[in-house]
């Protein structure tokens, strides 16, 4: 995992059998875009965060492909149903070949 990089993930521990949560998730990732200058005139290289997953037991919630003009520590907040006791798992993917990870578990009442 490079330097600095941290998922964060909020899920709630429990949730009704059937019904909708929210989630919400957080990267700290500097996502140099390619195209900006250091003090030398250089371009710095591209470097983001470019796919984003979620699954639950398996099963993919969302994914989402990141260009270059995300913005620094991309945040995503969305729904998922809760069919069943599992885990959501959430999976980061860098442009260096790097792969951040997170997984919570939530239990159906």
């Known amino acids: 995992m490079?330097?600095?990089?941290?998922?964060?993930v909020k899920v709630p521990k429990s949730a009704a059998a059937g019904s909708s949560i929210?989630?919400?998730?957080?990267?700290?990732?500097?996502?140099?875009?390619?195209?900006?200058k250091d003090k030398q005139g250089n371009l710095i290289?591209?470097?983001i965060i470019n796919r984003f997953t979620c699954e639950f037991n398996g099963q993919q919630?969302?994914?989402v492909a990141m260009e270059p003009s995300i913005s620094t520590n991309p945040f995503f907040q969305f729904d998922a149903k809760v069919p069943e006791s599992g885990e959501f798992k959430f999976t980061w993917y860098d442009d260096d070949?790097?792969?951040?990870?997170?997984?919570k578990s939530i239990e159906a009442t």
């Open 2 to 8: 490079a330097s600095g990089v941290k998922p964060r």
């Open 97 to 103: 070949g790097s792969v951040y990870e997170a997984a």
């Open 22 to 36: 929210t989630i919400k998730t957080l990267i700290s990732h500097k996502m140099e875009s390619g195209r900006r």
């Open 45 to 47: 290289p591209r470097s």
């Open 61 to 63: 919630v969302v994914e």
